[in-house]
């Protein structure tokens, strides 16, 4: 029997009159996973967090967490989840300290030995008050709120902007042992490196659509990459051109500079058949990536509309 969605979308449809939100989304998070909801700023990626919250209603379609309806079941879902919004609000008069225990009291409880070790990872100072703290200071108490009380599930709104460098690789390491402890992590994010670092699958979105879903590690299989192949002596391209996965062939010499999209693995049975010296391979970032499928996508939006957008 399959393992239900702990988040699930259908058709999931937001609206503001003339405006876009996002429009016919289905995808679905499994237990366990983290996830990566993918886009620009303007997206949708927020409206869809926002919608799955119940802080909006869905103009059409639905969004499920654990199975459950945000609308009619909300404090059972609440109780599961660990949420850092977009925008994060806080107290200033109070200290980080006042505030965190103060929520945690809200919750019913959070363990501030819990409360206190994250902080210190985060280097948060406790004692100081929010209202003299940097944004990256105020974002920190955005990730103890959310971390400290071992949530099943992690909704995570563009989680490390403000952070320094060193902060946020500690950021990493609290999503990769929530995940070990068995916890499902949705993280929305424009920042491609942290989405190649740390998420197992990603959806893309862009002005509202939701473009691919997809494994990390099958989008850089898909991606085109330059290969360059050095032999003993000068090859002929013409049996690289002819193999399907290879999009162009530029000799340069003893050398062949090939554009591979996929699997390598005929370039390389083709390239055994003669002496090769060396290899080099320009693997494609997540983020090549992902501007090749928002140019795709792009282009055929347009041959779809028979014209220019």
Not at 68 to 85: E, K, V, Y
Request: net charge negative; proline share 5%; aromatic share 6%.
């Amino acid at each position: 029997m399959a393992t239900a969605a702990v988040i699930a979308a259908e058709h999931l449809t937001k609206s503001y009159g003339a405006q876009r939100g996002v429009i016919d989304l289905t995808f679905d998070v499994a237990p366990g996973e983290v996830f990566g909801f993918l886009g620009p700023n303007g997206a949708g990626k927020t409206t869809t967090i926002r919608t799955a919250l119940d802080l909006l209603r869905p103009t059409d379609g639905r969004i499920t967490l654990f199975g459950l309806d945000p609308r009619s079941d909300g404090p059972a879902i609440r109780s599961r989840i660990g949420f850092l919004p977009g925008e994060l609000a806080l107290w200033p008069r109070m200290t980080a300290g006042d505030y965190l225990r103060a929520f945690g009291a809200f919750r019913g409880g959070v363990d501030p030995r819990s409360i206190d070790a994250y902080a210190e990872r985060l280097s948060l100072d406790l004692s100081r008050r929010i209202r003299a703290l940097s944004h990256g200071n105020k974002q920190k108490i955005g990730l103890v709120l959310a971390f400290a009380h071992e949530p099943e599930l992690l909704i995570l709104d563009e989680p490390t902007q403000g952070l320094d460098p060193l902060i946020q690789q500690e950021f990493y390491s609290m999503v990769e042992e929530a995940k070990a402890r068995g916890a499902t992590v949705f993280l929305s994010s424009h920042v491609m490196p942290e989405v190649e670092r740390i998420c197992d699958r990603v959806a893309i979105i862009r002005d509202g659509l939701l473009v691919r879903v997809a494994d990390i590690a099958d989008l850089k299989e898909q991606a085109v990459r330059m290969i360059e192949l050095h032999f003993d002596r000068p090859v002929s391209p013409a049996a690289f051109a002819s193999l399907g996965s290879v999009r162009a062939v530029e000799p340069h010499g003893d050398a062949l500079r090939l554009t591979v999209q996929g699997a390598a693995d005929e370039v390389i049975k083709e390239a055994a058949r003669h002496t090769v010296i060396s290899v080099s391979s320009d693997e494609p970032s997540l983020e090549d990536i992902f501007l090749t499928i928002y140019r795709d996508d792009r282009e055929d939006r347009r041959d779809g509309l028979g014209g220019d957008e």
